[in-house]
């Protein structure tokens, strides 16, 4: 049956203190009681309506998480302070000091560094592998194994996860399957597809105004409860929590998420295809040619595209970084980290998002100092903004040909860049 988690979110209605169509904002952090048998009780269990303390809930981010539980599918939600809280909650809450992580070997660079040199510090060790192939998965699980984690469409690479093996690995093994979904919401819901706990930055797409940090983790109840609980809960004694104002902004700025990720699919798509006509190497799902094209199309709910980001690599770092400056000269956007706005961002991940990544190993995935990263933005006049990126492209000389022999030199083969979309 087809999924539209659109007329989910659309279909969420909340009648506010008045009848208000927003919802009143809770703007307070502690919550009375009309007797102490029910304080106690509250601390013991939740209670439908009654609200204790705003670390462990508050009554705007409880409307912003049913939201966000409709849109995945999931029976219950969190939401954190930022994504990388949402992350770092959901991973403590599944594993303890001498447990294992196997993730996948591109994923954002702040994950990498948390899986890499935080969690180590309390026991907890992650393999990094490429789980696109199902025997590298099995052979990288161990007893010790508590985790499978990836990203749906990974950052920068935007290699599509094939979700449903993952989940079927990972059900024979007994692992919990963590999906950070940043890059598609609405596009992927990985718990329909078989993952135990979805994780967003809500910082992205989800927000979109690109004016807060935030998160989200979306699961089962009893999950949740897990993360929320006062006694052990990460959330709870962590403590990232999202304040109820950003809540409520991210609450309306989530009803026209399928307008913006649809107008960002079509103009990433334009732009990825301009890209490949001019034989630039361009990493997009949506393009034919791209490895996991059909696997997507399998996986994606109908309606909102292949995503709005494209990552093309024009062969070197002084090569990007001076695309990068003329493109903010020309008003194409901005040189900017992160994703999800109004107007394109572009960066290079080798020298920003991914930077705590290795060089070896950014080498080893195929992820080049010349690799530019671009959130597409929602441009009304997508062919115009392309006339300026191509003027730019031509007057700094940027070919396929300068491409190929850059990445000769890196040792990469042609075949691998030039058949990636
Ligand atoms: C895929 C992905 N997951 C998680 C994060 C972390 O999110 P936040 O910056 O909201 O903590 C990012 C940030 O860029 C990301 O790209």
Redesign the pocket.
Known sequence: MTFDPATEIQNFLVFGEFGDVNPSICDSSTYTFLSVGKMEELFDHEIEGCFLYSRQFNPTNKYLSMALARMEDGQWAQVTS???AA?ACTLMELCSAGDEIVAERTV?G??YALLANLLPRFGITTRFVDLRDERTVRAAITPKTRVLYC?SIN?PLLEVADIPMLARVSKNCGLTFVV?N??SPLMISPLRLGSDVVVH?M??FINGTSDC???CVVSTHEFINRLTNTNHGPCMLLGPVLDSIRAANILKNLHSLHIRMRHHSRNALYLAQRFEELGLPVHYPGLERHPQHRLMQQLMNPGFGFGGMVAVDVGDRLTADRLMTRLQEEKVGYLAV?LGYFKTLFSAPGHS?SAEIPEEERLKMGMSDGLIRFSVGLDNDIAATWEVINRCLNELGITRRDATRLHLELGVAEGEFAGVG
């Open positions: 930022s994504g990388m992350i954002y702040g994950t990203e950052n950070d940043t890059f930055s910082t992205k940090v935030a998160g992160s998002t």
